[in-house]
């Protein structure tokens, strides 16, 4: 594989696209304090979930968030929807620096920003009707909609496909996907210009799964919402999302149109994720299987230089001491930024491998005692 160098210094936009950004976000970071001692009043260290993380949004456009678990995606989301409040960086929105904007402050756009949660079990109010729950929003903002508020609500179940007469039930009469419906239709109320669905589907049955996100695509289609689509499934992710961005251990790695980033990923870690995707077209090109050593390193110390040189098998002395930036590679398209030292080649096929890619000891030996037995 070849071994590129970087030829362009850091852009922000990570697609070429017309107008201004909706969202800006440049360097966002979040450290979450670690008390220790007696009486737990003093700082011993911080677990860096996200740490410098810089992409950007354009209206009606869904931008995809991927990477295992713990690598900072949902504390990202929730820091975008400043629920949390970010320990570094800037969120700008439509021009606006909210990046420690108050209660005040925030009040004109938090109709335009709005979330969809991961649990729908958890993200409803047990104690209210359907009904209190989808029209709370308004409730808060003070909005009336022509015709009232529960002529409204009545419309939003329909449109997300629920019956207008659960207008008087309660979440426990409903299903999982059903409840998850609920919190899109609470998540229109407002008429957002941007939602952050922070792995809408990952706990619903698979069958179930499709609905949703078809359901999300068709609003997104017809109301020209911004989406940031938070997941692991990199299958849904690409069938959602018009560009993607790899999170590694709290940092952006990679991102660039669906298609540029699925045919041909530049950075290893990312080349490990796709390696893993099920293959559905038997006479398709061999992909090459990449199987990574070890687990995901600590946030509370993570490794110096670049943070997945731990588990990749290009690492070099360079890639401890100097932390790669996200940049412009050559040989990449425009927009299509990665964060390596040493780019894998631009593709995931494995014409000319012979053998898998395997990085895990144990199952290097398993497969060579099965070829000698």
Same mark, same amino acid.
């Given at each position: 594989?070849?071994?590129?160098?970087?030829?362009?210094?850091?852009?922000?936009?990570?697609?070429?696209?017309?107008?201004?950004?909706?969202?800006?976000?440049?360097?966002?970071?979040?450290?979450?304090?670690?008390?220790?001692?007696?009486?737990?009043?003093?700082?011993?260290?911080?677990?860096?979930?996200?740490?410098?993380?810089?992409?950007?949004?354009?209206?009606?456009?869904?931008?995809?968030l991927v990477g295992e678990?713990?690598?900072?995606?949902?504390?990202?989301?929730?820091?975008?929807?400043?629920?949390?409040?970010?320990?570094?960086?800037?969120?700008?929105?439509?021009?606006?620096?909210?990046?420690?904007?108050?209660?005040?402050?925030?009040?004109?756009?938090?109709?335009?920003?709005?979330?969809?949660?991961?649990?729908?079990?958890?993200?409803?109010?047990?104690?209210?009707?359907?009904?209190?729950?989808?029209?709370?929003?308004?409730?808060?903002?003070?909005?009336? !909609?022509?015709?009232?508020?529960? $002529?409204?609500? #009545? /419309?939003?179940?329909?449109? @997300? =496909?629920?019956? %207008?007469?659960?207008?008087?039930?309660?979440?426990?009469?409903?299903?999982?996907?059903?409840?998850?419906?609920?919190?899109?239709?609470?998540?229109?109320?407002?008429?957002?210009?941007?939602?952050?669905?922070?792995?809408?589907?990952?706990?619903?049955?698979?069958?179930?799964?499709?609905?949703?996100?078809?359901?999300?695509?068709?609003?997104?289609?017809?109301?020209?919402?911004?989406?940031?689509?938070?997941?692991?499934?990199?299958?849904i992710v690409r069938h959602?999302?018009?560009?993607?961005?790899?999170?590694?251990?709290?940092?952006?790695?990679?991102?660039?149109?669906?298609?540029?980033?699925?045919?041909?990923?530049?950075?290893?870690?990312?080349?490990?994720?796709?390696?893993?995707? !099920?293959?559905?077209?038997?006479? $398709?090109?061999? #992909? /090459?299987?990449?199987?990574? @050593? =070890?687990?995901? %390193?600590?946030?509370?110390?993570?490794?110096?230089?670049?943070?997945?040189?731990?588990?990749?098998?290009?690492?070099?002395?360079?890639?401890?001491?100097?932390?790669?930036?996200?940049?412009?590679?050559?040989?990449?398209?425009?927009?299509?930024?990665?964060?390596?030292?040493?780019?894998?080649?631009?593709?995931?096929?494995?014409?000319?491998?012979?053998?898998?890619?395997?990085?895990d000891p144990a199952l290097?030996?398993?497969?060579?005692?099965?070829?000698?037995?």
């Amino acid at each position: 594989m070849s071994e590129n160098k970087t030829t362009t210094a850091v852009t922000d936009k990570a697609a070429p696209a017309e107008g201004r950004p909706l969202l800006e976000v440049k360097g966002l970071t979040k450290h979450f304090p670690i008390y220790g001692g007696f009486p737990f009043k003093r700082q011993v260290g911080a677990v860096q979930a996200v740490d410098g993380v810089t992409l950007d949004v354009f209206p009606g456009e869904s931008l995809g968030l991927v990477g295992e678990s713990g690598c900072g995606k949902s504390t990202t989301g929730r820091m975008l929807t400043r629920l949390l409040e970010p320990t570094g960086g800037t969120i700008t929105y439509d021009g606006r620096d909210i990046t420690h904007a108050g209660r005040k402050e925030l009040a004109p756009i938090r109709s335009e920003i709005q979330m969809i949660f991961q649990d729908p079990y958890a993200s409803l109010n047990p104690r209210q009707t359907v009904g209190k729950i989808i029209s709370g929003p308004m409730e808060i903002n003070g909005i009336n !909609p022509p015709g009232g508020r529960e $002529a409204r609500v #009545r /419309e939003l179940l329909e449109t @997300v =496909g629920l019956n %207008p007469e659960h207008y008087n039930r309660f979440p426990h009469e409903f299903s999982g996907g059903q409840r998850q419906r609920i919190g899109v239709a609470r998540a229109l109320a407002l008429e957002p210009k941007l939602i952050i669905a922070d792995e809408p589907v990952s706990a619903l049955d698979v069958s179930i799964q499709a609905q949703v996100v078809n359901l999300l695509q068709e609003l997104q289609r017809e109301r020209g919402i911004a989406f940031v689509f938070i997941a692991h499934d990199l299958s849904i992710v690409r069938h959602f999302s018009q560009r993607v961005a790899v999170m590694y251990l709290g940092k952006v790695v990679e991102i660039a149109d669906r298609d540029t980033l699925y045919e041909g990923p530049r950075h290893p870690y990312t080349h490990a994720l796709l390696s893993a995707v !099920p293959e559905t077209d038997i006479d $398709a090109q061999k #992909r /090459e299987r990449i199987r990574l @050593v =070890g687990d995901v %390193p600590s946030p509370i110390m993570p490794p110096s230089g670049c943070r997945f040189r731990t588990r990749c098998w290009k690492a070099q002395d360079k890639c401890a001491t100097e932390e790669p930036p996200l940049v412009q590679i050559s040989g990449n398209k425009p927009g299509h930024l990665t964060a390596c030292h040493f780019p894998e080649d631009p593709t995931t096929a494995a014409a000319d491998r012979k053998e898998d890619v395997v990085m895990d000891p144990a199952l290097q030996a398993l497969e060579k005692d099965v070829k000698h037995a």
